[in-house]
């Protein structure tokens, strides 16, 4: 794995004030009582919330102080808030040094604390501080604990003279730890601290152990949230952030309004690839019309922070594997019709991002699919040959390596068969972000972190659907869902036909300036069921998918399970070392696992997705179920919801594949999904015959 690294804020967080307040009440607490000031822990938490108010007016006005001098300094006013009419009778210099020397100066870490660390670094974490005291006193608190934390490693906020949490004063830290590409943590119970530290850059874990409340309506989300210290280490360890969401974009937290609207004309739910590509169709048939539709997209996390947000990058239509399925079940027209779909998303999708001028690292590139298996190879080129037959249009670019030439033509060791055609490699994240913003630029109103729970028929407007969130509900003529993989948290009938699928996914990176490189995007089929995926990024990075090979077997790690906030155990260390045992050349490149993260895909019952009007719920629409390779399905796909959508158009009437329409045979079928059927093949011993 690539460097890791972790900041902790540390008094408040590492370290609790529980000795402070016991001084306190030791020099002061029955006096305070007297005067009607109680709890001393009170009036304590009030000096300190004062204490940091103070000290960052004073460091953005540009007269930094030292933070343990501000808090000494404010003593006196405090007392005078609290209702003591002459505070230096009160108490005595005496009093509050020995509050600052026995108390402050002498605090202990809290409990969870020491294991909290040491978890981090057995997971490979360098632990880091930042503080806004000075380092002698925060080290001293290390030392008293018997943690080890070198000089090195402990920053101050003394030395840039830039209190938190102006960014600024992040901003160093964040550049020296993310130097190899890499984005570090910053660790704090308080949550000023880091969602300022998260939007400058850091991923953010925020515990509760301080402040109780998060206040995430107040401060956004974090990318990991806990009740204690070694909670929180533990969701860090196991959290899975994607590549592509490193530099979360500026609407990622999007809300167009602080209240949801009361009525929409159309509600989509999803802010994914479906969902985004849904809305920017709608308005583009709209045109320049003064009768745009009121759109609302409701979204239960952030934008595109879903399977698209957390995929391999790859815009790969598949030129036979699936148009030859059709073609055994459903005839020539209907192969042509899949086939031909996806093709038409490399000219479709690239044509978008050249008029839109995206920056989205759109590369056009050829598909390498490698069979490492004979029995493989051997059947791909059967298909070939069949689709050829049948005059298949997609098959005409699909180059064949011919025998014994596999690895030549591939560079990948032990290569049995290689087959090349055109496909594309994208930043998806970047794409649909840009989608997103033009969209609210035209009026969307886009609502992140606002699960739906329910839609019910309205009992206000005839024909409406009231959808329901536990921040209100929205009034709307028409809903569509481009929930994917959760539809059926919202449309139970789509339970065992859309079914959510764990996959993993990696980011690899070579440390030579000179080292080795590949142009093309892979496949790399290791048997029937055990397949990765690549693309070379321009970083000169390496995006890689798969590892069925150590979860494939446990069918609850990864069918039916939507869990995507941690890894599959069996399988994070699978890339280690990837490209050295594959590759040609790579042998001595120094590539090493920077990142791995877990996506939930859609898969579909019947291999296909299911797009149109949903049975017998007139004014809903479904645009879900892409099993793992939506990149080259969706956006047209879309475009046939947006029309039927926007001009009340029938399934049959638009431009889409008949075997993605969505139909009451299709939801009715009892034929078991068929990813189930195909694991159940290799794993599940064949019944006795009787």
Not at 131 to 136: A, E, F, K, V, Y
Not at 390 to 405: E, M
Not at 513 to 526: A, K
Not at 565 to 573: P, T
Request: net charge negative; with cysteine.
């Amino acid at each position: 794995m690539g460097n890791k690294n972790i900041v902790f804020d540390v008094v408040g967080t590492l370290v609790g004030y529980e000795k402070l307040y016991e001084v306190l009440e030791a020099r002061l607490g029955p006096k305070m009582r007297a005067h009607g000031i109680g709890p001393t822990s009170m009036f304590g938490y009030m000096w300190i919330e004062v204490a940091e108010r103070e000290y960052t007016y004073l460091s953005m006005s540009g007269a930094y102080v030292p933070y343990a001098q501000v808090f000494e300094s404010i003593f006196w006013r405090m007392l005078w808030k609290a209702g003591i009419q002459e505070p230096r009778k009160f108490a005595t210099g005496e009093d509050l040094a020995a509050i600052m020397e026995e108390g402050y100066k002498k605090m202990e870490m809290r409990p969870g604390a020491k294991e909290c660390v040491q978890k981090l670094r057995d997971a490979g974490f360098t632990v880091w501080a930042f503080t806004m005291g000075d380092p002698s006193r925060v080290g001293g608190y290390f030392k008293q604990a018997g943690i080890d934390m070198p000089a090195e490693h402990l920053k101050s906020c003394d030395s840039s003279k830039i209190g938190k949490p102006d960014p600024e004063a992040y901003r160093p830290l964040l550049k020296q730890l993310s130097s190899d590409g890499s984005r570090p943590w910053f660790a704090a119970a308080h949550m000023w601290d880091v969602s300022a530290a998260r939007r400058t850059g850091f991923r953010g874990a925020y515990c509760s152990v301080w402040e109780n409340e998060a206040l995430t309506d107040l401060f956004g989300d974090m990318d990991v949230l806990s009740d204690t210290l070694p909670e929180m280490a533990d969701k860090v360890i196991a959290s899975t952030p994607p590549f592509w969401r490193s530099s979360p974009h500026e609407l990622d937290n999007h809300r167009s309004t602080e209240q949801l609207p009361a009525e929409a004309d159309i509600v989509i739910i999803g802010a994914g690839y479906a969902g985004a590509s849904i809305a920017h169709h709608l308005l583009e048939q709209n045109g320049e019309s003064s009768q745009k539709p009121t759109i609302v997209i409701l979204e239960a996390r952030e934008a595109c922070s879903g399977a698209t947000g957390r995929n391999g990058g790859h815009l790969k239509p598949d030129p036979y594997t699936r148009a030859a399925a059709a073609l055994t079940s459903h005839g020539k027209e209907a192969a042509e019709e899949v086939a031909s779909f996806e093709a038409r998303h490399l000219d479709e999708v690239p044509r978008l991002i050249r008029r839109e001028g995206i920056d989205c690292d759109y590369v056009r590139t050829r598909a390498t699919d490698v069979c490492l298996y004979q029995q493989g190879a051997d059947e791909i080129k059967a298909k070939i040959e069949r689709l050829r037959q049948a005059d298949i249009s997609t098959v005409d670019d699909v180059f064949s390596s011919s025998p014994g030439k596999a690895e030549a033509a591939s560079g990948i060791k032990g290569a049995k068969g290689t087959f090349i055609y055109t496909a594309g490699t994208v930043w998806p994240y970047k794409l649909i972000l840009h989608l997103l913003g033009k969209a609210i630029s035209r009026g969307v109103n886009l609502q992140t972190h606002t699960p739906v729970t329910s839609i019910e028929r309205s009992s206000e407007s005839d024909g409406c659907w009231k959808v329901k969130t536990g921040r209100g509900s929205v009034e709307a003529k028409k809903v569509v869902f481009a929930t994917n993989a959760y539809s059926s948290a919202l449309l139970p009938e789509f339970a065992n036909h859309i079914v959510p699928v764990r996959g993993i996914c990696s980011r690899i990176i070579s440390p030579k300036v000179d080292g080795p490189f590949i142009n093309n995007s892979y496949i790399l089929r290791f048997n029937d069921y055990e397949y990765d995926y690549l693309i070379p990024r321009q970083d000169g990075s390496i995006v890689v998918g798969g590892a069925r090979r150590d979860y494939y077997n446990d069918l609850g790690e990864w069918f039916g399970n939507s869990d995507d906030s941690k890894l599959m155990e069996n399988a994070k260390g699978y890339f280690d070392g990837y490209m050295q045992r594959h590759f040609q050349g790579w042998e001595d490149s120094g590539a090493f696992t920077d990142s791995v993260w877990t996506g939930i895909m859609g898969y579909s019952s019947d291999g296909f997705p299911h797009v149109g009007a949903i049975p017998d719920k007139p004014g809903q629409f479904i645009c879900a179920g892409f099993s793992g390779h939506g990149m080259p399905q969706v956006f047209l796909s879309a475009k046939a919801i947006a029309t039927m959508v926007a001009q009340g158009k029938d399934v049959e009437e638009v431009d889409l594949p008949r075997l993605y329409r969505a139909s009451k045979e299709r939801v009715s079928s009892q034929q078991e999904h068929t990813t189930l059927s195909a694991w159940k093949k290799v794993f599940e011993p064949p019944k006795p015959k009787l």
